[in-house]
């Protein structure tokens, strides 16, 4: 982005449309739509605009105030940003805790967190009950909101529940289903919609990305991912998977299971759905939208794989999304990942 108050191309909509909540603001905002597509830019941008001192004629704040100022600067008295350990730079220490050399390199080893802690939740209610410094609003950002565990979850509960005068949340999800009821009944519910194809690919191509189209494609339409996946200029960890499912069997899936482990999971399962969305639309209607380079496989695993194995194929991918972000051993779930495809596409 190139300042703190832009938001995408694609967003102009959404933001026109979120100026009519302004009047009545909610308590709270969850913002929901595909990942990689600039929910965390849209909810800082509008952060923002809720604490200017000069909003502009369009709901943008106007970066000039003093109010701007500190936000850019990321010391706003009145705003916070809740997101995992894993998001940040580098790990906080716990609050009210200095750290010294022996305890920093203790930190460094260990594992960023992917979760919102309970700590992190619990760590708003200072910040809620002391006056706010421009007697404007106070806001707390929230993302991704399906990184809330059980317990954060439950405190976080507590204070939509029984929301403070004076404070927004504006939250921001990949996907409803993975948050509870509760907090989703709490919250007024605001879609981000993914970019056509046409705008994400100019945009894209704006940025000087090369094979600009390929790399949205296999990004699912997402124009960040793509940008982010073209950046690194590697399809590595992509194309060792594809061509494992382009030729499935069960000594290459123990040999890459290993190695593929590694790479994020999400991302895994989510490469295997596209490309078993490419498979069954090749086989109903001979086109495919996620992986032209894989033409020639595709149509030829389209063309002796069972359409019931094929559903089951889906189904199965699907049902593991939901576990790909807390697997009990990355490896033996790429393992049982790939062996299940393996079996479902045996002719």
């Given at each position: ?121 619990r760590a708003l209610s200072d910040f ?220």
């Open positions: 982005m190139t300042s703190s108050t832009a938001i995408y191309p694609w967003q102009e909509q959404a933001w026109t449309q979120l100026q009519q909540m302004r009047a009545r603001l909610p308590h709270a905002i969850l913002f929901y739509g595909p990942a990689g597509i600039g929910k965390a830019d849209f909810i800082q941008a509008f952060a923002q605009a809720l604490l200017c001192e000069n909003v502009q004629p369009d709901g943008h704040a106007c970066g000039v105030c003093a109010s701007c100022g500190w936000f850019v600067q990321g010391n706003h008295p009145d705003y916070r940003r809740v997101r995992p350990e894993a998001m940040e730079d580098e790990a906080p220490a716990a609050e009210g805790e200095e750290a010294g050399d022996g305890d920093k390199k203790a930190k460094s080893t260990k594992t960023a967190s992917k979760d919102i802690k309970i700590e992190q939740v809620m009950n002391i006056s706010t410094h421009r007697q404007g609003l106070r806001v707390v950002v929230l993302y991704p909101a399906e990184a809330l565990n059980m317990p954060s979850s439950n405190a976080l509960l507590k204070t939509l529940e029984e929301p403070p005068p004076g404070t927004v949340f504006l939250l921001a999800s990949n996907g409803l289903d993975r948050l509870l009821p509760t907090i989703l009944s709490r919250c007024r519910k605001f879609a981000l919609p993914m970019p056509g194809h046409a705008e994400a690919l100019a945009w894209l191509e704006s940025q000087g990305v090369q094979d600009a189209d390929g790399w949205l494609r296999e990004q699912g339409g997402a124009p960040l991912a793509a940008l982010v996946q073209a950046e690194t200029g590697s399809r590595e960890e992509l194309d060792s998977l594809l061509q494992i499912l382009a030729q499935p069997s069960v000594d290459a899936a123990l040999r890459a299971a290993d190695k593929l482990s590694k790479a994020p999971l999400a991302s895994l399962v989510a490469w295997q759905q596209r490309w078993l969305y490419d498979v069954f639309s090749y086989k109903l209607s001979g086109t495919i939208r996620y992986y032209p380079r894989y033409r020639q496989q595709l149509a030829n695993l389209a063309g002796r794989v069972h359409t019931a194995k094929l559903m089951q194929a889906i189904k199965s991918t699907n049902e593991r999304r939901a576990v790909a972000d807390h697997p009990l051993s990355p490896k033996l779930f790429v393992e049982d990942m790939l062996l299940d495809y393996t079996a479902c596409c045996a002719a």
